[in-house]
């Protein structure tokens, strides 16, 4: 699966999650910071992104504050980028 692929289907999601329209969203926004986005809400959007992408490996509670912005998550789902620490 592709980085651009993961990206559409995050903003989609964060979107509809979030209510901020999908064209405001730019992937280096931290997802705490600039949307406001909870532990909960985080676990819900790479719920999703795992229903979507089976293939991801899960992340762990731990990781999953590692991925800060919405292209940590776009390289983690799409295995581009570095993974999390453990």
Same mark, same amino acid.
């Given at each position: 699966?592709?980085?651009?692929? @993961? !990206? ?5 999601? @964060? ?7 999908? +064209?405001?969203? +730019?992937?280096?926004? +931290?997802?705490?910071? =600039?949307?406001?986005? +909870?532990?909960?809400? $985080? ?8 229903? $979507? #992408? ?13 991925? !800060? ?6 390289? #983690?789902?799409?295995? =581009? ?6």
């Amino acid at each position: 699966m592709g980085a651009d692929a @993961v !990206r559409t289907v995050l903003l989609e999601v @964060v979107a509809a999650k979030t209510g901020y329209p999908a +064209d405001m969203l +730019d992937p280096s926004m +931290d997802i705490e910071a =600039d949307l406001g986005i +909870d532990s909960i809400k $985080r676990v819900e959007v790479l719920g999703v992104l795992q229903e $979507r #992408f089976p293939d991801v490996k899960s992340v762990g509670p731990e990781q999953l504050g590692e991925l !800060r912005t919405l292209d940590d998550i776009v390289g #983690f789902v799409a295995g =581009d980028g570095p993974a999390p620490p453990a």
